[in-house]
């Protein structure tokens, strides 16, 4: 381990470079809209906004650079997963929850279309989404999930027994797996820049090293000047806890990952892993990979979920005791890659609503908007963000009546925040021990269904 770099923001980073910083503000200064935050969700709004109505003046306030947060440092999952779907189907009813489901499904061919127009090569490719099972509960799992997608429309899926399975990626063990083709491998930082500099050419001024540090009716404030506009936007995710007042707001949830060398071709020949899927597993403790456009593997899961009193990272170090149990992970599955050297460690956070349900939402009354909350399914789910936060302001504004986007089940959805500390650290760092003491039970019990302690840690942390 002592070759691994640790942190440095992400290895996207360090293989693609930090950005050349951008002017901070330099005064007051007045805007139409207003983008708190310069990640996915902040600058897809930012060139929706700007694509529909030239002539608004759209300004970026991005704390340290765009991309430094969970932008930068995800798992490079571009798929069709939205939190809290299931929620809004017992809320709002099945129908409306399949049309969420559905501009999910139509999200990912989206950010490919605009990556294309915008000639931004960002390593995409459309390999869909495979996950597995590796004990008899998580093939129970599975099978309930793969049957839930297809209620919700998802019929072009499917459901792949062990021989099939490992026809696509052999992972040691795996007695199941479902794919489905709404899901794509990319280089996050790479979208990221390209994204950036496409919303800067439509003429979007973008500040970035501007902290904001509160947010009322139609102003920004940071140290260095206020932005005064009509609309004024939170885009600020797994960092939203930094604001004056929103500390419970959304649950910052620690997520680590590791990245190997570039593995050579007999590794690969013995994993498979041509289709280069994204690849997720059925564990409550669940780890997501990618195999790069490189050829190593990228590999993630939870470390030590939640930092007492709402706190975030130090410029993505992680802890050695969650890179030791990232490679454990990865030999599991692929035990031919135990020689292989972790290359680079980083940690990042994600937005957790107390019921784990993903909103979009603007105030009328008050011209305050906000969209997050995506429980780690970012990357796909902030540009459909964007889409319908210009669709609200344009109805907002007069420019247009209700689209499709504003009327579906998650927009102004409404969440009670998290608990006060000491209950909050206590809580978090209780349910995740949970989850993996119950991922241990599974493997060593075989037992056909999912644990009581899992079942009932969905129920205590609002999952279900």
């Not at 969650?322 to 994600?350: C, K, M, N, Q, Y």
């Not at 011209?367 to 995506?374: D, E, S, T």
């Not at 209950?423 to 978090?428: P, T």
């Amino acid at each position: 381990m002592s070759s691994t770099t640790n942190g440095g923001i992400s290895f996207w980073y360090a293989q693609d470079g930090i950005p050349a910083p951008r002017e901070p503000l330099s005064g007051d200064t007045t805007a139409d809209v207003c983008v708190v935050g310069g990640g996915y969700t902040g600058l897809w709004t930012a060139y929706y906004l700007k694509k529909a109505v030239p002539f608004l003046n759209i300004t970026v306030l991005e704390s340290r650079f765009c991309g430094y947060g969970a932008s930068g440092r995800n798992g490079g999952w571009l798929y069709n997963g939205i939190a809290g779907r299931d929620r809004h189907a017992r809320n709002h009813g099945h129908d409306a929850a399949v049309r969420l489901q559905k501009a999910m499904n139509d999200t990912v061919s989206e950010v490919m279309r605009v990556a294309a127009e915008e000639s931004i090569d960002a390593d995409i490719h459309r390999g869909g989404v495979l996950e597995v099972a590796y004990t008899p509960a998580q093939l129970a799992r599975l099978k309930a999930f793969h049957t839930a997608e297809v209620a919700f429309g998802e019929t072009d899926r499917t459901l792949h027994g062990a021989r099939e399975t490992a026809r696509r990626v052999r992972v040691a063990g795996a007695v199941g797996s479902a794919w489905t083709p709404h899901g794509a491998r990319l280089h996050p930082v790479k979208l990221l820049k390209g994204l950036a500099a496409a919303v800067e050419a439509l003429g979007v001024t973008i500040h970035e090293s501007t902290p904001v540090t509160e947010i009322k009716p139609k102003h920004a404030i940071t140290p260095y000047g206020t932005v005064r506009a009509p609309y004024v936007l939170r885009c600020t995710e797994g960092f939203t806890a930094t604001l004056k007042g929103l500390r419970r707001t959304w649950l910052p949830m620690n997520s680590s990952m590791i990245a190997t060398e570039p593995l050579p071709a007999k590794v690969w020949d013995t994993i498979g892993w041509e289709g280069r899927e994204t690849l997720g597993d059925m564990a409550h403790a669940y780890m997501y990979a990618q195999r790069t456009a490189d050829d190593r593997i990228a590999l993630g899961g939870r470390g030590v979920p939640y930092r007492y009193g709402s706190r975030t990272d130090n410029d993505g170090r992680t802890q050695p005791a969650t890179i030791d149990a990232l490679r454990d992970i990865l030999v599991r599955l692929f035990p031919t890659t135990a020689g292989a050297r972790i290359e680079h460690a980083w940690s990042g956070v994600l937005g957790v609503p107390r019921d784990w349900c993903a909103t979009v939402t603007l105030d009328r009354a008050t011209g305050l908007g906000w969209a997050g909350g995506y429980v780690g399914s970012g990357v796909a789910t902030s540009n459909l963000a964007a889409r319908t936060l210009r669709d609200l302001i344009q109805h907002d504004s007069g420019q247009s009546g209700p689209t499709d986007l504003t009327t579906l089940p998650w927009v102004n959805h409404q969440v009670r925040t998290w608990e006060p500390e000491p209950l909050r650290w206590l809580g978090v760092r209780t349910l995740y021990a949970a989850y993996r003491r119950a991922d241990r039970q599974e493997s060593t019990s075989h037992t056909p269904t999912t644990t009581r302690l899992a079942r009932t840690a969905d129920r205590i942390a609002g999952r279900h």
